[in-house]
């Protein structure tokens, strides 16, 4: 298989001594769905923005971030082509990153600007075959209504979906999404998850996201990697991530984890009351 991200010997330390990141090596193959895990303060954002370039690591010799094949850091320095690779990685911000004055549509097709000369991305004219990209995009998360209207009237769920679909018509090949549902309702939370495994499953696009919510990453990723103080403890089949499991990787910590409510399940559970959640399924199999 291809690999889409490979990270060797990646650490991160901020100002006052404090380790966000320590001795990372992980391996991501193209097409994969990866959950990343762990309490706030973990290391998620930060790994996701280092896989991103958006940030640098520790000056070390061997370490090494690449995305297929191509190095977007090594030894704690950015590449040089780092926008070129760039074009190839959506991010997906927790608060969404739109711009409020500007139509929605106008919001997506910043994902085209890397194609295209500067006087046109200065002056935001777009081609005819450019908008009907954008559109076919909100169309696919299913908010192609919404694509003459300021970024500000949608709701937070919508703008999302938006969010989603700028990283759809970048042609982003890998796609990293940093707690896309935090801030969302439990029926929003459900629509932008089931979109990002659409664009995994339909256009074979590595999807890394960071949950708080084990349920969540157990019913969409089949892989999970956990983190804690900056490290990874477990990176595996998401359904190993029991709550005796969680406890030996997390100790007390584990309980915070595990109290997050699960909005996507609450809302199943009030379409299926009877129906248990998966991870109360795993948990009773291990008992």
């Given amino acids: 298989m291809v690999t889409a991200i ?83 990685v959506g991010f997906v911000f927790q608060q969404f990153n739109l711009v409020d004055r500007l139509p929605v549509i106008v919001n997506v097709l910043v994902g085209t600007l890397h194609q295209m000369p500067l006087w046109r991305s200065l002056l935001r004219w777009f081609k005819p075959d450019e908008i009907a990209r954008g559109v076919e995009a909100l169309r696919r998360v299913g908010i192609a209504d919404c694509h003459a209207q300021r970024a500000s009237t949608l709701s937070g769920g919508q703008q999302q979906r938006a969010a989603i679909a700028r990283a759809m018509v970048q042609g982003a090949k890998v796609i990293l999404a940093d707690e896309p549902i935090a801030s969302l309702d439990p029926e929003s939370s459900r629509n932008v998850m089931e979109i990002l495994a659409k664009v995994n499953q339909e256009d074979r696009c590595t999807v890394v996201v960071s949950l708080h919510q084990v349920n969540v990453a157990m019913k969409y990723c089949a892989r999970t990697v956990a983190l804690r103080a900056g490290a990874i403890v477990f990176d595996g089949p998401s359904v190993a991530l029991t709550p005796a499991l969680l406890r030996e990787l997390y100790g007390a910590e584990a309980d915070e984890i595990l109290a997050l409510p699960d909005h996507i399940s609450v809302l199943q559970d009030k379409r299926h009351s009877s129906a248990p959640s998966p991870l109360a399924l795993v948990a009773a199999k291990a008992a």
Wanted: proline residues 2%; hydrophobic residues 40%; without cysteine.
């Fill in 6 to 88: 490979q990270i060797s010997a990646l650490n991160k330390t901020f100002p006052g001594g404090r380790k966000a990141l320590k001795n990372i090596d992980l391996s991501i193959e193209a097409g994969e769905m990866v959950a990343l895990i762990g309490a706030s303060g973990s290391g998620k954002s930060t790994l996701l923005r280092h896989i991103a370039g958006l940030m640098t690591s520790d000056v070390a010799e061997q370490s090494l971030l690449q995305v297929h094949g191509r190095t977007v850091q090594s030894g704690g320095k950015i590449a040089p082509d780092i926008r070129g690779i760039r074009a190839g």
